[in-house]
């Protein structure tokens, strides 16, 4: 966890819309966000995955969930003028729904870009630190299952690391 909380301090404190995100508001997502189980898999070969949840079930079925999506995305985005040209990590959070959209606490997600609304998950690849992407996942989306989530916020994933592929809300639901 203390890795954790080094990439959290790197990767916020570069953030233009991070509100006073300091050790205090580590602390408090730490203590409220509940992830303290992880699991690693190096997918295709180039993407190392981390996943972290409340459980070790949830962070396996996650896993399995971001790597099904990784999978079809590689296939779905296949397209002669769409190359991968920016190698990230990616670290995925399941967590609590009151968790992520408590704005307060999830300051440095920049809640202007979704009109101060409730969301079901964010990607995150500007400010996240160098050569890694972060996804956060509410356990209890509305409207959605959690898999359709995974595979939205993985096309983020894909549109960030790949030249060519619009980055759209479209192609994201499309895939």
Known sequence: MKNIFLLFCIMFSLNSHAQNFDQETWNKFHEKGDVDYKVD???LGWIKVSTYS???E???MIMKYVE???LS???FFNQPNIKRCNKKNLMVFFIDDNILNNQDLMS??????WNRLDINGAYEGVYAP???GVIFLSKTPSGKDVRQLVSHEVAH???DTHCGLPISETSAWAF
């Open 41 to 43: 898999k190096n997918i």
């Open 54 to 56: 409340s459980s070790k």
């Open 157 to 159: 994933y894909w549109q």
């Open 58 to 60: 949830e962070s396996e």
């Open 108 to 113: 440095f997600l920049g809640w202007e870009k």
């Open 68 to 70: 099904e999506s990784i």
């Open 73 to 75: 995305a590689n296939t």
């Open 130 to 132: 160098r050569k890694t």
